[in-house]
T-cell receptor, first 113, second 112 residues
Framework: DAGVTQSPTHLIKTRGQHVTLRCSPI?????VSWYQQVLGQGPQFIFQYYEKEERGRGNFPDRFSARQFPNYSSELNVNALLLGDSALYLC????????????FGPGTRLTVT | GQSLEQPSEVTAVEGAIVQINCTYQ??????LSWYQQHDGGAPTFLSYNALDGLEETGRFSSFLSRSDSYGYLLLQELQMKDSASYFCAVSISSGSARQLTFGSGTQLTVLP
């Protein structure tokens, strides 16, 4: 079975631009979470979606938004990019609404110049 | 808010046993997870404790004391491939909201 997939793998954007990151969960998983990881730190929680509804939101500005589609795939959108948004963005899925056991995708490396 | 504390680095030799501690302060706590991440890789789930006590999964064990807001990951019979970052993460529940908060990670180096 395929694991969690994310696209693109790498992305370079300019300050002020907008970016959309995509994630497909493991088949059968209905929950998707998004995390931001900067070098040397643990993943920071951004959003959790379960059954297409937002279940949790981390301490990120409103420039960050997400949604989950009927097939449980998800998009993370970031507007008005700042240099500090440069990070690895990880998507994780889990089989139910529980969040403790997550399966992570390989991530999207975003560089903002 | 939430806070988690874990050592930044641990070094041990092959075949040894190492314990990585994690203390946390949070409201809405309902469990402690552990994840492993190799350089350039994605975090992978290792174990989860919702109740006090020890959970064993092969060479890895995890312990939780809710009254002490403390847990640890125990790695036995260390192998070179265990060199990685290890993160403790608390699961937090507030109503229907769910959140997983990670610590800053412990870099484990296994020496031959």
């Amino acid at each position: 079975d395929a694991g969690v997939t994310q696209s693109p793998t790498h992305l370079i954007k300019t300050r002020g631009q907008h970016v959309t990151l995509r994630c497909s969960p493991i088949s059968g998983h209905k929950s998707v979470s998004w995390y931001q990881q900067v070098l040397g730190q643990g993943p920071q929680f951004i959003f959790q979606y379960y059954e297409k509804e937002e279940r949790g939101r981390g301490n990120f500005p409103d420039r960050f938004s997400a949604r989950q589609f009927p097939n449980y795939s998800s998009e993370l959108n970031v507007n008005a990019l700042l240099l500090g948004d440069s990070a690895l963005y990880l998507c994780a899925s889990s089989s139910a609404g529980g969040i403790y056991e997550q399966y992570f995708g390989p991530g999207t490396r975003l560089t903002v110049t | 808010g939430q806070s988690l504390e874990q050592p930044s680095e641990v070094t041990a030799v092959e075949g040894a046993i190492v314990q990585i501690n994690c203390t946390y302060q949070t409201s809405g706590f309902y469990g402690l997870s552990w994840y492993q991440q190799h350089d350039g890789g994605a975090p992978t789930f290792l174990s989860y404790n919702a109740l006090d006590g020890l959970e064993e999964t092969g060479r890895f064990s995890s312990f939780l004391s809710r009254s002490d807001s403390y847990g640890y990951l125990l790695l036995q019979e260390l192998q070179m491939k265990d060199s990685a970052s290890y993160f403790c993460a608390v699961s937090i529940s507030s109503g229907s909201a769910r959140q997983l908060t990670f610590g800053s990670g412990t870099q484990l180096t296994v020496l031959p």
